[in-house]
């Protein structure tokens, strides 16, 4: 078992330690199809009710994302946010159901949807990259919510609004 820490790491690893057979659980089919170039590619069954996943999670607790919006700041994020460890992107949330089904199936997100406080219900943070003069107000519900809270810039547009934001953020013991 090697840890992945990178993008393109399989193919490094499986050239230096000159690695015959990749395997993976079967809920992957078909995703790793293109190391049967450098290796045998095995989707192994899955165990019913154990996911490695779920373990991670138990384990070292991976923070459910949630991102606010569906445009170019949030397509350059979520690539970007499968770099870091404990984090996985799970859903979307924004007006539009056909660009929403068209996120989710683009970067393989759990769900969609268009109530906002679905979203917040579902993940344990959220990245905002909705329009600027929204940001005050899905900040706050968030916050209200006991959600972690990322967000493009600026965070608001006014200096009385960032201040109010950050002092529910500290009384509310979350990171923003």
Sequence with gaps: MIIEEYEGQKIDDILKYNIDIFAIGSDWKGKFDYLNKYCKVVYLERTKGISSTQLREKKNGIIKLGIVGYGRIANRFVPESRFVSGINVEG??????????????????????????????????????????????????????????????????????????????KEKNVFF
């Design 92 to 169: 979307v949330f924004g007006p539009n159901q056909t660009s929403l089904e068209q996120f989710v199936k683009k970067y393989e997100l759990a769900f969609f949807t268009s109530s906002y406080n679905e979203l917040l219900d579902r993940v344990d943070a959220v990245y905002i990259a909705s329009p600027h003069l929204t940001h005050y107000e899905y900040i706050k519900k968030a916050l209200i919510k006991d959600k972690h809270v990322l967000c493009e810039k600026p965070i608001v547009l006014s200096v009385e609004q960032a201040h109010e934001l950050y002092a529910l953020a």
